[in-house]
């Protein structure tokens, strides 16, 4: 089968080199790509948010199934325009994308559904927001209702908070368009993790849970990023937590949205609060591959990944019982000095070959550390940074803490300048 994998970032990197295993694969391409895709023919002419020129490779390339990785081109209608011209994809359709792409719509859903979720109230003026908040001063999250690549949630421990983070979204704008609208939710309390269930709208393949840190610093301090590294699978989702998650979550989402005549179809990415109690809380709904989760989640699973996206890009996937993970995998985020606001570029990257030579790797027979590439380019002969996340240095083992030893290992032989990374990432499920 000839796949095309579009994105550039670290889940798509994870994706490709998941796919470039399946003996099914005769072809695999990814648009754009980046440096460090060398699993795939890329493409980084061809942008993923550019419909007609991915529809051209599509046709030039005798593209048999396309993997949409982002979410702005599940946003925009790209699933729709592949399938009007005939093409098989993985990922669903603009209006069943409002699950991620409007917060409101999302909640409002999860309402109509009786679907777990804290309370929350919309605004689409400023000083409307303000008042909510004189009314409830207590601590809260505020959400940019739009797409916001990770960043547009602020977790705040008072009104303060809260209204300095309603004046960026909503007079400064920090956000664009994601910010015309803001939502004030309750503060839930617990442990997060992130649970994935590939679907063909109907039927559930679940695959695990992982669990990931948004926040900038060790301690879980600092702005909400798009992610500074995960691990799967995670302890606090229990089989006993994972059978509600199914039964009280991802079930009713995937028969309200074919009821609402929006069928899900890809991989649903729902992320939870789960309470002392066991309880799970959605809080927030994702309709793709998480990063920096994809790669520990990629990491250590087993089997085949291509054909269950090929049943459901069919909407031929059989309905599975969940498994439970048999090995752990740990992702630790390098990023660049700044982020996620303002960060240089083009610093040589160096360390890489060495990070991966982990002498585990015989006793495993397969490789016990990858490095993902997120944001790198290669220029004159050398490796570049090229985004604010630049790579995702993953490794796997028996356990959390074999697989986080290994990856800090790994991190810590990777060099460039004003390299930034959390050192707790797993930190309170191995031990360390």
């Known amino acids: 089968m000839r796949v095309l994998v579009v994105g550039g970032g670290g889940r798509e990197h994870a994706l490709v080199w998941k796919l470039a295993q399946s003996p099914r694969v005769s072809a695999l391409f990814a648009a754009p790509g980046n440096a460090g895709m060398v ?13 007609p020129a991915l529809l051209r490779l599509v046709r030039d390339q005798r593209i048999e199934l396309v993997v949409i990785g982002p979410e702005q081109p599940l946003a925009d209608g790209l699933g729709d325009q592949l399938r009007e011209a005939g093409v098989l994809v993985f990922g669903p359709g603009a209006a069943a994308a409002k699950l991620e792409a409007s917060k409101s719509f999302a909640r409002a859903f999860m309402q109509r559904h009786g679907i777990p979720h804290p309370r929350f109230a919309c605004f689409s003026e400023l000083p409307a927001a303000l ?4 009314a409830n001063p207590g601590p809260c999250v505020v959400k940019a209702d739009g797409l916001a690549a990770g960043k547009g949630v602020v977790v705040c421990d008072d009104a303060t908070a809260a209204e300095a983070a309603l004046g960026e979204m909503m007079r400064a704008r920090r956000f664009g ?4 609208v803001v939502l004030i939710e309750e503060r839930l309390q617990g442990v997060e993790a992130s649970y994935y269930a590939i679907t063909d ?3 559930v393949a679940p695959l695990a849970a992982a669990q990931d840190y948004k926040r900038a610093l060790a301690g879980d301090r600092g702005e ?8 799967a699978p995670t302890p606090v989702v229990s089989e006993a937590v994972e059978k509600r998650v199914l039964e009280e979550i991802v079930h009713p989402t995937i028969r309200g949205m074919r009821e609402e005549g929006a069928p899900m179809t ?5 992320g939870l609060m789960i309470s002392a109690a066991g309880e799970p809380r959605v809080v927030e709904f994702n309709v793709r591959f998480g990063d ?9 699973m087993e089997g085949d990944l291509l054909p269950l996206l090929e049943d459901a890009a069919r909407g031929e ?3 599975q019982p969940a498994v439970r993970a048999t090995r752990a995998a740990v992702c630790v985020v390098l990023a660049s000095e700044g982020y996620p606001r303002a960060y240089q570029t083009g610093k040589v990257i160096s360390g890489i070959e060495a990070a991966e030579s982990d002498p585990a790797a015989g006793a495993e027979g397969a490789a016990a550390v990858k490095v993902f590439h997120a944001g790198t380019q290669r220029r004159g002969g050398e490796l570049l940074t090229a985004g604010g996340r630049v790579l995702g240095v993953t490794a796997r083992g028996a356990n959390i803490a074999e697989a986080r030893a290994r990856a800090y290992a790994a991190a810590d032989c990777i060099h460039f300048e004003g390299r930034c990374l959390r050192r707790d990432i797993a930190a309170e499920v191995a031990g360390g």
Do not use: I
């Not at 699993?39 to 419909?51: H, I």
């Not at 008042?131 to 004189?134: E, Q, Y």
């Open 39 to 51: 699993e795939a023919r890329c493409l980084p002419d061809v942008s993923a948010a550019d419909a």
């Open 131 to 134: 008042s909510h908040l004189r």
């Open 177 to 180: 368009a994601a910010g015309d």
């Open 201 to 203: 709208g109907t039927s």
């Open 224 to 231: 909400n990023t798009g992610g500074m590294g995960a691990f």
């Open 266 to 270: 890809g991989v649903l990415y729902v």
């Open 292 to 300: 920096p989760e994809t790669q520990p989640l990629l990491f250590q």
């Open 317 to 319: 996937l059989e309905a």
